[in-house]
């Protein structure tokens, strides 16, 4: 693992002599008003402790030199004030414990370097901190114990490794804690035998290798025991092959395949349903190959030869209809692909060269109209790339460079006026970008910086007025950002730290008393104080230390949302509100998402469009009325 760190990209440089060698340098920003970093200088050598900042005076990095390299503890911070990686420099080297955190401070991985390079006994945790898995190195190499865990702690592998090739042992559970697999490795290759299981831990097969490849009996039994069918392996050719026998060992069907020549017939069980009917040659599928689904339909079609696809592979859905048409040249796709809805209609369509996506791609919506257009070049988007609307109208336009998108891209509304335009650089959103509303102007702006927000962003309301407006530290909100009307008066106000709510946030009256102030931890709502309107006051609902309910209102003392909070997260039936009190939205939210089943309504109270979400996501089908309540539009998504 290389350790770097980019500290000194600054405009203007202070410096204090404090002896006659050591100087005291003071890093700020062009405006000479932040502090970047602050560290000392000896006989032209960084020496000691060096600090760097975020823009909001948080610390960043802790790193400490000695004649100019790398050397002793360092430390990286969040925004928030907590590490995220904790380590030890030795002669700019990583020594010793590395420790790596998620944004939370909850503990990622706990790894021991020599010398940059991992070795010994590491461990990796879940985001809730559960462990995942330890594992053990030698120069970046595993080696020795490798067991990964489910998330309730029990084992999911066990596995063994000598210079980054499995050994010894193999063991995979089911999460019950019963094992799945149990088999042996020798030099990164299967060897002895080989044993899969069922969840209730009864046997499902057992199988022979030598130097990875299958050779002699493979059997495969049926939950009761008894022998479902028996095969014979030379040296990872399939030679000879039993009866196929039943869960009661009648035999349902012979086989006729012997010294690797004939038909082997796949059965699914408990349905003894055939699955699947593959010729073979030499112990390789060589000839035709077919397979169904568990009800008897034909689920796809294709050729062998000596093992590798070749020719023609047609894949059809339960109801007969194509699914995927595509042509094979040595087990690679090579030629023509097609893919299809299950109502039959074309999906994609494009080109394979040696497996790997070539010259011109398109998709298409249900109905026909293009989806999206462009060109791939040796399996990677390449040139430009066009994405459109069911209505045929234009969605997005751009370039991509070695699969990155590149230079300007343009993004479209349903009617093709333009909904936001900027720059990618290596396929990160960079420098400034603007979003707009449907009539042209200006819905919001602000800076990316490999990929991430940046500085100062400003969102407006569709009369021009600046809606909302704050900072962007690395992606993410921090420090104050204020809220206000179309009118300009400021609505709301308070700060963020990284990307959360956090500290008492204020909101205002149109005559700039306080309507009422939320209490805020870390982007969960805690408490809140009474709501005064013209010093009349009104029901806030029974939020306490993050539980209850809570009604807010607008400035004209009309309701403007109602419903409940648990753990600081907006959670059960929500409806909002305009400022006559009329309906426009109602739903369920799990801790703060959108889930279920949704109605938007308009300034009058007649529903505009209804549909589901699932983790805040659009899904299935959602329904668009017009003004007298007809159904004008159905959409899935």
């Given at each position: 693992m290389r350790v770097f760190f980019a500290l000194l990209i600054v405009c203007v440089c202070f410096k204090t002599a404090f002896t006659q060698n050591d100087t005291a340098y003071?890093?700020?920003?062009?405006?000479k008003t932040v502090l970047q970093a602050k560290g000392i200088v000896t006989?032209?050598?960084?020496?000691?402790?060096?600090?760097?900042?975020?823009l909001s005076g948080q610390v960043k990095?802790?790193?400490?030199?000695?004649?100019?390299?790398?050397?002793?503890?360092?430390?990286?911070?969040?925004?928030t004030g907590l590490p995220l990686k904790k380590g030890t420099f030795e002669n700019g080297f990583l020594t010793g414990e590395y420790k790596i955190y998620s944004n939370r401070g909850v503990v990622q991985a706990e790894l021991l370097y020599k010398q940059n390079k991992l070795n010994g006994e590491c461990k990796y945790y879940s985001p809730q901190g559960k462990l995942t898995a330890i594992k053990n190195y030698v120069d970046d190499t595993l080696h020795g114990k490798t067991s990964l865990f489910f998330e309730s702690s029990k084992p999911k592998s066990v596995a063994y490794f000598n210079k980054g090739m499995e050994t010894s042992e193999w063991k995979e559970f089911y999460s019950n804690g019963k094992p799945s697999l149990i088999?042996?490795?020798?030099?990164?290759?299967?060897?002895?035998?080989?044993?899969?299981f069922y969840p209730s831990g009864k046997l499902r097969s057992q199988t022979n290798y030598v130097n990875g490849k299958k050779h002699g009996e493979q059997k495969y039994f049926h939950e009761t025991g008894k022998t479902k069918q028996i095969e014979h392996w030379e040296n990872g050719r399939l030679m000879r092959l039993s009866a196929y026998y039943d869960d009661k060992g009648k035999i349902l069907t012979k086989s006729t395949f012997d010294n690797g020549i004939g038909t082997k017939i796949s059965y699914y069980h408990p349905e003894n349903a055939k699955k699947s009917v593959v010729s073979f040659e030499n112990g390789l599928p060589h000839g035709d190959a077919v397979f169904y689904y568990s009800s008897g339909k034909l689920l796809a079609e294709m050729k062998y030869n000596q093992g590798n696809v070749e020719g023609l592979k047609i894949e059809y859905f339960s109801n007969d209809f194509f699914k995927e048409i595509s042509k094979y040249i040595n087990d690679n796709p090579h030629g023509e692909y097609f893919e299809f809805y299950e109502s039959g209609a074309l999906k994609t369509q494009g080109f394979y060269k040696n497996g790997l996506e070539d010259s011109l791609w398109w998709e298409f919506y249900e109905d026909g109209t293009v989806r999206s257009d462009g060109y791939y070049k040796q399996g990677i988007e390449d040139s430009t790339w066009f994405e459109f609307y069911e209505n045929g109208q234009?969605?997005?336009?751009?370039?991509?460079?070695?699969?990155?998108?590149?230079?300007?891209?343009?993004?479209?509304?349903?009617?093709s006026t333009l909904s936001s335009k900027g720059e990618y650089v290596s396929g990160k959103k960079?420098?400034?970008?603007?979003?707009?509303?449907?009539?042209?102007?200006?819905?919001?702006?602000?800076?990316?910086?490999?990929?991430?927000e940046t500085g100062t962003w400003k969102i407006y309301h569709d009369n021009g007025t600046v809606y909302k407006e704050g900072m962007f530290i690395e992606g993410q909100e921090h420090g104050r950002w204020n809220e206000y009307l179309p009118n300009g008066q400021l609505e709301a106000f308070g700060n963020f730290v990284a990307g959360n709510e956090h500290g008492a946030w204020y909101n205002i009256a149109a005559n700039g008393d306080t309507i009422q102030i939320d209490f805020w931890e870390m982007g969960k709502l805690m408490n809140c104080s009474d709501v005064l309107i013209r010093g009349k006051k009104y029901n806030k609902g029974t939020l306490k230390n993050g539980n209850g309910s809570r009604i807010t209102y607008h400035s004209n003392g009309k309701k403007s949302a109602e419903g409940n909070i648990k753990n600081g997260e907006l959670s059960g039936r929500w409806k909002y509100y305009n400022e006559k009190?009329?309906?426009?939205?109602e739903g369920v939210l799990d801790e703060g998402k959108k889930i279920g089943w949704w109605k938007y309504y308009d300034d009058n109270g007649k529903i505009e469009s209804e549909g589901r979400y699932e983790n805040d996501l659009l899904t299935g089908k959602w329904f668009f009325y017009d003004e007298k309540q007809k159904i004008i539009d159905i959409k899935q998504f």
């Open positions: 003071i890093f700020y920003d062009s405006a006989k032209n050598q960084k020496q000691g402790k060096w600090v760097s900042y975020f990095f802790i790193i400490n030199y000695k004649n100019d390299t790398l050397n002793g503890i360092f430390t990286e911070y969040s925004p088999g042996k490795f020798e030099q990164g290759n299967e060897n002895g035998q080989w044993a899969s234009i969605a997005s336009a751009g370039k991509y460079k070695n699969g990155n998108k590149e230079g300007e891209w343009l993004e479209f509304y349903r009617d960079h420098a400034h970008w603007y979003g707009y509303f449907p009539n042209g102007d200006v819905q919001m702006e602000g800076d990316f910086a490999d990929g991430l009190e009329t309906l426009v939205a």
